[in-house]
């Protein structure tokens, strides 16, 4: 892979996560942390596809690597809320 390649693929992992927060409706970070949550959740989102026998439905090919946009999206939006789950039980609420 190539570092054009590269950087593309963190591109759209970075809208994904941003998207998966947007969507949660909380906030984990910046532009990394975007990126991280955009990764997390296609791994997430194609093991909970794979567990319900759901196929890829929108998938991206950047120089032979596959990323799931649908699937990244939604997993980082169930990532993005376990967390906030957890980081409400342990530090409390905050109004």
């Known amino acids: 892979m190539t570092l054009i390649g590269f950087l593309v693929l963190l591109v759209v992992a970075a809208v994904c996560g941003a998207i998966g927060q947007s969507l949660a409706g909380y906030d984990l970070g910046g532009c ?4 991280v949550v955009g990764f997390i959740g296609a791994y997430l989102g194609m093991w909970l596809a794979g567990k319900f026998g759901l196929p890829e439905v929108f998938t991206v090919h950047i120089q032979g690597k596959s990323f799931p946009i649908l699937w990244a999206i939604i997993g980082s939006a169930v990532f993005t ?6 980081r409400s039980a342990f530090t409390g609420r905050r109004y």
């Open 32 to 35: 990394l942390v975007s990126i």
């Open 81 to 86: 809320l376990i967390m906030a789950l957890l």
